[in-house]
């Protein structure tokens, strides 16, 4: 069974700070890993995509690895920002016949002003 | 593009109600995939349909059920509300085998009183 961590749970950082989000999977036979923002009580906006076969990707002031064989992966936010704040959550797709997302209980991320 | 799209946005039911929600993928997607998010977690896999057909289910008693519609458009069917039933209902749409990036919608927040 798939089992996605996240670590910290949360995190408070003063605005122009470069942090860094981590994620870990169980079972490393997976197709993608999804990284998705949510606001308070919104649903999720998709922040990047990294297939299998990827190391990374970059969106802006976002970046985020994959390292499938250990299995974890890291968001990294450049210069945060106070419209940064809110729950970062990462997901995998598995492997085989499992099509669902397989989430984490997110990182809720404050940046001060 | 509209993006994922559901309604309503909040409902309040009774325990023993039944309830249906309501969702509209991103235009060009074919499959669509329930969440349940609880307070504090992460989503929750209910099932996910293609082709107007239950792919693949999660942890869920059969008192959730839904339904795909020719167009795409997806329901979902809650029936003997409990109390525990209350949370965020959101919505995910994607292209063909699901493996692609999913998109969400707003959430439907349901409580159960």
Request: glycine fraction near 10%; aromatic fraction near 10%; include cysteine.
């Given at each position: 069974?798939?089992?996605?961590?996240?670590?910290?749970?949360?995190?408070?950082?003063?605005?122009g700070e470069n942090l860094v989000l981590n994620c870990s999977f169980t079972d490393s036979a997976i197709y993608n890993l999804q990284w998705f923002r949510q606001d308070p009580g919104k649903g999720l906006t998709s922040l990047l995509l990294?297939?299998?076969s990827q190391r990374e990707q970059t969106s802006g002031r976002l970046n985020a690895s994959l390292?499938?064989?250990s299995g974890r992966s890291t968001l990294y936010i450049a210069a945060s920002q106070p419209g940064d704040?809110?729950?970062?959550?990462?997901?995998?797709?598995?492997?085989?016949s499992n099509y669902k997302l397989t989430f984490g209980k997110g990182t809720l991320l404050t940046v001060n002003p | 593009d509209a993006g994922v799209t559901q309604s309503p946005t909040h409902l309040i039911k009774t325990r023993g109600q039944q309830v249906t929600l309501r969702c509209s993928p991103k235009s060009g997607h074919d499959t669509?995939?329930?969440y349940q998010q609880a307070l504090g977690q992460g989503p929750q896999f209910i099932f996910q349909y293609y082709e107007e057909e239950e792919r693949q289910r999660?942890?869920?008693?059969?008192?959730?059920s839904g339904h795909q519609f020719p167009n795409y458009s997806s329901e979902l069917n809650v029936n003997a509300l409990l109390l525990?039933?209350?949370a965020l209902y959101l919505c995910a749409s994607s292209l063909n085998s699901g493996i692609t990036e999913a998109f969400f919608g707003q959430g439907t927040r349901l409580t159960v009183v």
């Amino acid at each position: 069974k798939q089992e996605v961590t996240q670590i910290p749970a949360a995190l408070s950082v003063p605005e122009g700070e470069n942090l860094v989000l981590n994620c870990s999977f169980t079972d490393s036979a997976i197709y993608n890993l999804q990284w998705f923002r949510q606001d308070p009580g919104k649903g999720l906006t998709s922040l990047l995509l990294i297939q299998s076969s990827q190391r990374e990707q970059t969106s802006g002031r976002l970046n985020a690895s994959l390292d499938k064989s250990s299995g974890r992966s890291t968001l990294y936010i450049a210069a945060s920002q106070p419209g940064d704040s809110a729950t970062y959550l990462c997901a995998v797709i598995g492997g085989g016949s499992n099509y669902k997302l397989t989430f984490g209980k997110g990182t809720l991320l404050t940046v001060n002003p | 593009d509209a993006g994922v799209t559901q309604s309503p946005t909040h409902l309040i039911k009774t325990r023993g109600q039944q309830v249906t929600l309501r969702c509209s993928p991103k235009s060009g997607h074919d499959t669509v995939s329930w969440y349940q998010q609880a307070l504090g977690q992460g989503p929750q896999f209910i099932f996910q349909y293609y082709e107007e057909e239950e792919r693949q289910r999660g942890n869920f008693p059969d008192r959730f059920s839904g339904h795909q519609f020719p167009n795409y458009s997806s329901e979902l069917n809650v029936n003997a509300l409990l109390l525990g039933d209350s949370a965020l209902y959101l919505c995910a749409s994607s292209l063909n085998s699901g493996i692609t990036e999913a998109f969400f919608g707003q959430g439907t927040r349901l409580t159960v009183v």
